[in-house]
C-alpha cells in the first residue's frame, strides 16, 4: 500500500505543544483520519483479521477515553486550585529562595500551578518551599 503525504493542521512548520489540548485535538483527529483512510482502502478481497479490526476500534476507544479523562482531570485541578487559593489571599508568604515575601492580594491560575500577585504587583509562582503565614 503506498502511503501519500498528509497536511499538518500547523503548516508542519512546529509542532504542537505536548500535553496542551491542541497537541490532544491534533493527536485524535489524525487517529480518526488514519483509521478512516485504513478502512477506505482496505482490500475486499483480501479483508483484515476481524481481531485486528477489533483492536483497532478498542484502540480507538482507548483514545476517546483519554481524552476525556485528561479533561475531566484539568478541570478538577483547576476547581482544586481556586479553593486553595481563598486560603492564601491575605495571608503573607515567602518565596521559595527567600528573595520575596509580601502580603497576597490575590491569586492567578496558570498552566502547571498557581501564581501569588503580592502588594506592589509583585508574582510568587506557588511551589514547593514557598513560606505562609498568617497575616
Known sequence: MQVNGTNS????????????????TLDYN??????VAEMKNQDPTKPNDSTQYMA?????????????????LDALLTTSALNQA?????????????????????IKIIAGGAVAILEGDKQVPIEPGVVVKAS
Not at 483497532?56 to 475531566?72: C, G, R
Not at 486560603?87 to 518565596?95: D, K, M, N, P, Q
Request: net charge positive; proline share 5%; aromatic share 4%.
Open 9 to 24: 493542521s500547523n503548516g508542519g512548520n512546529t509542532p504542537p505543544v505536548p500535553g496542551s489540548a491542541a497537541a490532544a
Open 86 to 106: 481563598d486560603g492564601l489571599i491575605g495571608r503573607t508568604i515567602t518565596s521559595a529562595d527567600g528573595a520575596i515575601t509580601g502580603k497576597v492580594t490575590a
Open 56 to 72: 483497532q476500534l478498542a484502540s480507538f476507544s482507548n483514545v476517546e477515553q483519554a481524552i476525556k479523562t485528561n479533561n475531566k
Open 30 to 35: 489524525a487517529f480518526l483520519r488514519l483509521l
